[in-house]
């Protein structure tokens, strides 16, 4: 008698049916059936080995990214001027392993604070290849920063004034800079940082400087604001420099050696708010590059007439070097629906690690095949917090609890920024320009947290009349 067992091999993938509601008139900002491919390795290490052993959620750094981005902005920059310095801004993000990476590549410090100096310090930067920026350093940092050569911006009088008393009491020279605000026309003065030039704060404290026995100008700082789109900032930017520092070499006999413009210049991602694709709104670095050095070019012309060199170019890149170096592997742990229909899905990692969730839309990448139609998706952290959202709105196929998903880019603010809110903090790694994994920073623990606390003596037992009684378990009441 022939078998009778059913065949199952040929049936098809029960897929739970939905309703959707159209709504007519309305654009979808979200565009089309998005993220439909998937990624399966980062730089060439699977995803599923790297969370086997590391966990998720988890950071993954690419040093092989680090170090092209840091090579290309140094080629498209030395390739159109003369002399330029590169620094690393410490603030985006200030893991020893991204900072020594750029270093590696002749990358100097950028710092603002104490904390940041002495990072950078304990990494085998010297003094000499500091820049010293922010509103607020102590008296004791900035001694020693004049000891050991850093570069120092001055920010506001009261910092002019302290640097001149311990200049004094050292009785040594310090070579100086000073920060400077101003209107370029495309983004917002960031006028609570230096001295503004429109109202002839600037001028008069490079005077100030110039009569000081022990402070010298040798440098002009500015910062024009954070992920810069126009190109054209800058070339107003560089010309509002160049201006002011022709008018004080001429008025005070000071020679600027170097323009240090700050940073700004921003990543491919996907700012909130903007919904043409990335690559239509983001310039290059090279567009930048072209807009700042073909500017300084033509105005370095006159200076080059009266015998001397073209001022350095000093950049304080961040963004640009470092968000589309990382990744964030984050698991899926919960399916729902919500009141208006949509999907939505919980993961493993919260706005407390991706603090750039707050204002960009990033990419959202699975790890396997998805089948399904997509449909919007909202994501979640796990967070007991209503602001714990991932992505406000993505099309995504239908995901089952223990599929990974990878958050791109997101290597920019999200170490410096992140809390120690409510979940522990993950492992980073690294992966080497070999494909060798790197644990670069280790996972929180309890003790991480409460290493520092100190629980004072008469607090030290929580029940000193004795442990309370569970009221929910009858078998625990006395007879």
């Given at each position: 008698?022939?078998?009778?067992?059913?065949?199952?091999?040929?049936?098809?993938?029960?897929?739970?049916?939905?309703?959707?509601?159209?709504?007519?008139g309305m654009l979808n900002k979200s565009g089309g059936s998005q993220n439909l491919s998937w990624t399966e390795s980062i730089d060439g290490v699977p995803i599923k080995q790297l969370v086997e052993e590391f966990g998720s959620p988890l950071f993954v750094v690419s040093e092989k990214k680090l170090r092209r981005n840091l090579q290309r902005l140094k080629h498209?920059?030395?390739?159109?001027?003369?002399?330029?310095?590169?620094?690393?801004?410490?603030?985006?993000?200030?893991?020893?392993?991204?900072?020594?990476?750029?270093?590696?590549?002749?990358?100097?410090?950028?710092?603002?604070?104490?904390?940041?100096?002495?990072?950078?310090?304990?990494?085998?930067?010297?003094?000499?290849?500091?820049?010293?920026?922010?509103?607020?350093?102590?008296?004791?940092?900035?001694?020693?920063?004049?000891?050991?050569?850093?570069?120092?911006?001055?920010?506001?009088?009261?910092?002019?004034?302290?640097?001149?008393?311990?200049?004094?009491?050292?009785?040594?020279?310090?070579?100086?800079?000073?920060?400077?605000?101003?209107?370029?026309?495309?983004?917002?003065?960031?006028?609570?940082?230096?001295?503004?030039?429109?109202?002839?704060?600037?001028?008069?404290?490079?005077?100030?400087?110039?009569?000081?026995?022990?402070?010298?100008?040798?440098?002009?700082?500015?910062?024009?604001?954070?992920?810069?789109?126009?190109?054209?900032?800058?070339?107003?930017q560089v010309t509002t420099m160049y201006q002011f520092l022709t008018e004080i070499e001429a008025q005070t006999g000071a020679v600027i050696e170097y323009i240090d413009i700050g940073g700004g210049f921003a990543s491919a991602n996907a700012l909130q708010g903007i919904y043409l694709p990335v690559e239509q709104v983001v310039p290059s670095v090279e567009q930048?590059?072209?807009?700042?050095?073909?500017?300084?070019?033509?105005?370095?012309?006159?200076?080059?007439?009266?015998?001397?060199?073209?001022?350095?170019?000093?950049?304080?890149?961040?963004?640009?070097?470092?968000?589309?170096?990382?990744?964030?592997?984050?698991?899926?742990?919960?399916?729902?629906?919500?009141?208006?229909?949509?999907?939505?899905?919980?993961?493993?990692?919260?706005?407390?690690?991706?603090?750039?969730?707050?204002?960009?839309?990033?990419?959202?990448?699975?790890?396997?095949?998805?089948?399904?139609?997509?449909?919007?998706?909202?994501?979640?952290?796990?967070?007991?917090?209503?602001?714990?959202?991932?992505?406000?709105?993505?099309?995504?196929?239908?995901?089952?609890?223990?599929?990974?998903?990878?958050?791109?880019?997101?290597?920019?603010?999200?170490?410096?920024?992140?809390?120690?809110?409510?979940?522990?903090?993950?492992?980073?790694?690294?992966?080497?320009?070999?494909?060798?994994?790197?644990?670069?920073?280790?996972?929180?623990?309890?003790?991480?947290?409460?290493?520092?606390?100190?629980?004072?003596?008469?607090?030290?037992?929580?029940?000193?009349?004795?442990?309370?009684?569970?009221?929910?378990?009858?078998?625990?009441?006395?007879?």
């Open positions: 008698m022939p078998d009778q067992t059913p065949d199952n091999s040929s049936k098809k993938r029960w897929i739970k049916p939905v309703i959707t509601p159209l709504r007519s498209a920059f030395e390739s159109r001027y003369p002399e330029v310095i590169c620094a690393w801004s410490y603030k985006t993000n200030y893991l020893g392993a991204v900072c020594n990476s750029f270093h590696q590549e002749g990358a100097w410090a950028e710092v603002v604070s104490e904390f940041e100096y002495q990072k950078a310090r304990s990494l085998g930067v010297p003094g000499h290849s500091i820049l010293f920026n922010g509103p607020f350093k102590r008296p004791a940092i900035l001694e020693t920063a004049i000891i050991e050569g850093a570069r120092i911006h001055i920010d506001h009088l009261d910092e002019l004034y302290t640097l001149e008393e311990i200049a004094t009491r050292l009785r040594r020279r310090v070579n100086v800079s000073i920060r400077l605000n101003f209107d370029t026309g495309f983004t917002e003065p960031w006028s609570r940082f230096g001295f503004n030039i429109e109202n002839g704060q600037a001028r008069d404290v490079a005077w100030r400087i110039a009569s000081s026995d022990y402070l010298q100008l040798t440098g002009l700082h500015s910062h024009i604001g954070t992920f810069v789109l126009e190109p054209r900032a800058y070339q107003n930048y590059a072209e807009a700042i050095c073909d500017t300084l070019l033509e105005l370095g012309h006159e200076r080059e007439a009266r015998g001397l060199k073209r001022p350095i170019l000093i950049l304080e890149t961040g963004r640009a070097l470092v968000d589309d170096a990382e990744s964030l592997i984050c698991s899926v742990i919960a399916n729902k629906r919500l009141p208006d229909g949509r999907r939505a899905i919980i993961v493993d990692a919260g706005v407390n690690l991706l603090f750039t969730a707050f204002w960009y839309n990033h990419k959202v990448t699975p790890t396997r095949q998805l089948e399904g139609r997509p449909e919007d998706t909202v994501i979640y952290g796990p967070l007991c917090m209503n602001i714990d959202l991932m992505r406000n709105s993505i099309m995504l196929p239908p995901v089952n609890v223990g599929d990974t998903l990878i958050f791109s880019p997101v290597g920019a603010y999200n170490h410096t920024q992140w809390l120690q809110f409510i979940e522990y903090r993950p492992n980073v790694v690294m992966i080497d320009t070999h494909e060798k994994t790197w644990l670069i920073r280790q996972a929180e623990e309890l003790s991480t947290i409460t290493d520092l606390e100190r629980l004072p003596e008469h607090l030290q037992d929580p029940y000193p009349q004795g442990e309370p009684e569970d009221i929910f378990n009858p078998l625990s009441q006395p007879d």
